[in-house]
Nanobody
Framework: QVRLVESGGGSVQAGGSLRLSCEVS???????VAWFRQGPGKEREGVAS????????AYAASVKARFTISRDNSKNTVYLQMNSLKPEDTAMYYC????????????????WGQGTQVTVSS
């Protein structure tokens, strides 16, 4: 069983920045850790993913060049640095883990955190 705990959410004005953290109880060099978000009345959307072993990232088109995913394997933690935030980034952000390959489809992931809320005001 893998446990994930997100932190770092909050309220910011448009153009601001936040850094989310996802502490993973077991961070192996296999599999993938990804960030997803779900806004009010919207479906869960893949935001970014990273292979903990290689550090290879992938991003949704909507956040590319604004968000950066990274990991610190010594701390079993994956980060999501979010810059130039927009009101449409408002959502509950979740991190997820699988023991397979990386991707941005929620169905690929087995373990999920409880989420952290990000609110961006205009």
């Amino acid at each position: 069983q893998v446990r994930l705990v997100e932190s770092g959410g909050g309220s910011v004005q448009a153009g601001g920045s936040l850094r989310l953290s996802c502490e993973v109880s077991v961070l192996t060099y296999r599999g993938c850790v990804a960030w997803f978000r779900q806004g009010p009345g919207k479906e869960r959307e893949g935001v970014a993913s990273i292979n903990p072993g290689t550090g290879t990232p992938a991003y949704a088109a909507s956040v590319k060049a604004r968000f950066t995913i990274s990991r610190d394997n010594s701390k079993n933690t994956v980060y999501l640095q979010m810059n130039s935030l927009k009101p449409e980034d408002t959502a509950m952000y979740y991190c997820a883990n699988n023991q397979a390959s990386c991707g941005l489809s929620a169905s690929w992931y087995t373990y999920w955190g409880q989420g952290t809320q990000v609110t961006v005001s205009s």
